[in-house]
């Protein structure tokens, strides 16, 4: 049974920083990509970051641009998501995934597990 399970949500003020985690079971995590996808209040959920099997390419929305920095550590099956300089509209829920592909996407249809999310909050 493939599990994500995402950690390191919470209260933050603005200029802070948050490292999310994401711990995978079940599948071959050194195999697939890894993204974070985000979902705020009212909003459709997009992609963040996302990293390649080999850890060689990442890729960044424009809003994580600079200030997120997406990193995964294949000995423990674990992916990252630092999140410095917060700003309130980085409030959202945060999502991990694995890809069914070796690079990544940012299209959420090409990811075929997912966490249960991690709340976000960043008061100003």
């Known amino acids: 049974q493939v599990q994500l399970v995402e950690s390191g949500g919470g209260l933050v003020q603005a200029g802070g920083s948050l490292r999310l985690s994401c711990a995978a079971s079940g599948l071959t995590f050194s195999n697939d990509a890894m993204g974070w996808f985000s979902q705020a209040p009212g909003k459709e959920g997009e992609v963040v970051a996302h990293?390649?099997?080999?850890?060689?390419?990442?890729y960044y929305a424009d809003a994580a641009t600079g200030q997120f920095t997406i990193s995964r550590a294949t000995a423990k099956n674990t992916v990252y998501l630092q999140m410095n300089s917060m700003k309130p509209e980085d409030t959202a829920v945060y999502y991990c995934a694995a890809s069914t592909s070796y690079s990544g996407s940012a299209n959420p249809d090409e990811y075929r597990y997912w966490g249960q999310g991690t709340q976000v909050t960043v008061s100003s």
């Open positions: 990293v390649s099997w080999s850890c060689r390419n990442t």
